[in-house]
């Protein structure tokens, strides 16, 4: 199962939806990894990647190594999965963004390289029971070539206007992509955050989505300064404040979208496990 994470409005929480979520699907067992393919490397640091350190300019470990191996520009070819890195978190894996990516985005574009993130995830769907992608805030080339290789995209929504009319353009960009490359792309949900109830606002255009039939998820997931804190500590909030308000949130949201009974999360034991896991422990 790949989810991608995408919002052409920035500061709409993706990063920490996706790094919240993969969290906890590897709290539940499966073998998870986060693909960031944002320059900012937001999910790379929330989860103890810096992509600026020196041990990140040195060791080349990223995501845009695939990039680059594609382009015939690595001297050895590697299997996507030896890029891949071990978080500090039992199931849980990173396959960090680079500040490479910027500077490689017009090549890849004018040589039509859209595919060629499909192709390796081809081969790493093969090795992790979920695979989240963090996209950039924008329509770029990074952010189509995930849409091409996923069946499956969450919007992030934060409850304001300008937020609406920012959707509105993203699924006419989506339908477009999905049209001309991806015709199994679908929206598996859009994921109200930051949702304030005791504001009118937030409620008003939560059911102005509904009433224009808008896949709107249930579970809507709140503001809190424990966010802040999880960022700071770069711990997602189902290892930091289990038992906190949001965390239970985030687990309801990751059981409607798993589809999986109120409740599932308790029985974390169960869920299947892949070799991945001990291969990277």
Same mark, same amino acid.
């Given at each position: 199962?790949?989810?991608?994470?995408?919002?052409?409005?920035?500061?709409?929480?993706?990063?920490?939806?996706?790094?919240?979520?993969?969290?906890?699907?590897?709290?539940?067992?499966?073998?998870?990894?986060?693909?960031?393919? /944002?320059?900012?490397?937001?999910?790379?640091?929330?989860?103890?990647?810096?992509?600026?350190?020196?041990?990140?300019?040195?060791?080349?470990?990223?995501?845009?190594?695939?990039?680059?191996?594609?382009?015939?520009?690595?001297?050895?070819?590697?299997? @996507?999965?030896?890029?891949?890195?071990?978080?500090?978190?039992?199931?849980?894996?990173?396959?960090?963004?680079?500040?490479?990516?910027?500077?490689?985005? #017009?090549?890849?574009?004018?040589?039509? #390289?859209?595919?060629? &993130?499909?192709?390796?995830?081809?081969?790493?769907?093969?090795?992790?029971?979920?695979?989240?992608?963090?996209?950039?805030?924008?329509?770029?080339?990074?952010?189509?070539?995930?849409?091409?290789?996923?069946?499956?995209? +969450?919007?992030?929504?934060?409850?304001?206007?300008?937020? #609406?009319?920012?959707?509105?353009?993203?699924?006419?960009?989506?339908?477009?992509?999905?049209?001309?490359?991806?015709? /199994?792309?679908?929206?598996?949900?859009?994921?109200?955050?930051?949702?304030?109830?005791?504001?009118? +606002?937030?409620?008003?255009?939560?059911?102005?989505?509904?009433? $224009? $039939?808008?896949?709107?998820?249930?579970?809507? +997931?709140?503001?809190?300064?424990?966010?802040? $804190?999880?960022?700071?500590?770069?711990?997602?909030?189902?290892?930091?404040?289990?038992?906190?308000?949001?965390?239970?949130?985030?687990?309801? &949201?990751?059981?409607?979208?798993?589809?999986? @009974?109120?409740?599932?999360?308790?029985?974390?034991?169960?869920? @299947?496990?892949?070799?991945?896991?001990?291969?990277?422990?």
């Amino acid at each position: 199962m790949i989810r991608v994470v995408f919002n052409q409005k920035g500061g709409v929480g993706k990063s920490s939806i996706t790094c919240n979520l993969a969290a906890i699907s590897a709290e539940m067992g499966y073998s998870t990894l986060v693909i960031d393919l /944002d320059v900012q490397g937001n999910s790379s640091m929330y989860l103890g990647y810096d992509i600026h350190s020196e041990e990140a300019l040195t060791t080349g470990t990223s995501v845009a190594n695939i990039f680059k191996q594609r382009r015939g520009l690595l001297s050895t070819k590697q299997p @996507p999965d030896d890029y891949v890195l071990a978080t500090e978190h039992e199931n849980l894996f990173l396959l960090p963004a680079s500040i490479e990516l910027e500077a490689m985005e #017009k090549d890849l574009e004018s040589r039509y #390289k859209i595919y060629q &993130l499909r192709k390796a995830l081809e081969q790493l769907d093969q090795h992790y029971d979920r695979i989240y992608i963090d996209t950039a805030p924008n329509f770029n080339f990074y952010s189509k070539s995930a849409l091409i290789a996923t069946n499956t995209v +969450l919007i992030p929504f934060d409850c304001d206007s300008f937020s #609406k009319q920012a959707l509105y353009n993203l699924i006419d960009n989506m339908m477009e992509l999905k049209e001309d490359h991806n015709e /199994d792309l679908r929206i598996e949900g859009i994921v109200i955050n930051q949702f304030n109830a005791q504001a009118s +606002l937030p409620a008003i255009l939560v059911d102005e989505l509904k009433a $224009e $039939e808008m896949p709107v998820l249930d579970c809507y +997931l709140g503001s809190s300064v424990k966010m802040k $804190e999880s960022h700071y500590r770069q711990t997602p909030l189902v290892y930091m404040a289990r038992s906190h308000k949001l965390t239970q949130q985030f687990i309801a &949201l990751f059981e409607q979208i798993e589809q999986l @009974p109120p409740g599932s999360f308790q029985l974390k034991d169960t869920a @299947p496990q892949t070799e991945t896991a001990s291969a990277h422990s």
